[in-house]
């Protein structure tokens, strides 16, 4: 009896590891395919804001997604990764963001002449966290006719599904809501 056991737990475990090798791919969605709503065609080309770069630490900078276990513990997954880098991914989805939200403005990630603004990003939380929220942190810097303007951000939303399809949404909804916020502050500027 002993020694079938051991055999089944052995074909068991032998199941687990093979069965362990699935990986799923995430890319964050258009701001198209969250809000509904764009503005294209709105731009005029009277003022031009180039999105330079969006950085992210080295523990985000991986093809894992990142969820935090604990106050102090971040685990980088290893069978649910980005399709793309998450820094490009966060760039092309702020852009476009950003163009729905700028109308009027040309919304680039390429320079666009002397006349520019320019935007810069440094993300510094972007995961998933063990009581169901996800955590969107960080800063922004605009430089905007010889002048800086530097905001903080930081945004914890709660996953209403437990799941990685889930959490790569509230993300994405989240890094949406700061796009928003940042087009808000661009819109007061003379």
């Known amino acids: ?22 990986k799923s791919y995430y890319q964050l ?7 509904g709503e764009t503005v294209a065609g709105q731009n005029q080309g009277g003022r031009q804001l180039w999105v330079e770069q969006v950085s992210v630490p080295d523990f985000l900078a991986g093809t894992g997604v990142v969820y935090q276990t604990s106050d102090v513990q971040y685990v980088i997954a290893t069978n649910n990764l980005w399709a793309s ?4 991914q966060l760039r092309n989805t702020l852009v476009a ?4 939200q700028l109308p009027g403005w040309v919304v680039a990630s390429q320079p666009l002449g002397s006349e520019q603004d320019t935007l810069n990003v440094t993300v510094t939380g972007f995961h998933g966290r063990y009581d169901g929220s996800v955590i969107i942190s960080g800063e922004w810097l ?13 945004i914890e939303l ?13 993300l994405a909804q989240g890094w949406q ?14």
């Not at 880098?85 to 490009?88: E, F, G, S």
């Not at 809501?177 to 003379?190: C, H, K, S, Y």
Request: aromatic residues 4%; hydrophobic residues 30%.
């Open 1 to 22: 009896m002993k020694k079938s056991a051991l055999v089944g737990l052995a074909l068991l475990l032998a199941g687990c590891g093979s069965g362990g090798d699935n």
């Open 29 to 35: 969605p258009s701001p198209t395919q969250f809000k």
């Open 85 to 88: 880098p998450l820094d490009q």
């Open 97 to 100: 963001g950003l163009s729905n």
């Open 142 to 154: 605009l430089k905007h006719q010889g002048q800086l303007i530097k905001r903080p951000f930081h």
């Open 158 to 170: 709660k996953q209403e599904q437990d799941g990685y399809d889930e959490m790569v949404k509230m």
């Open 177 to 190: 809501q700061e796009a928003r916020q940042i087009a808000t502050e661009i819109n007061r500027l003379p």
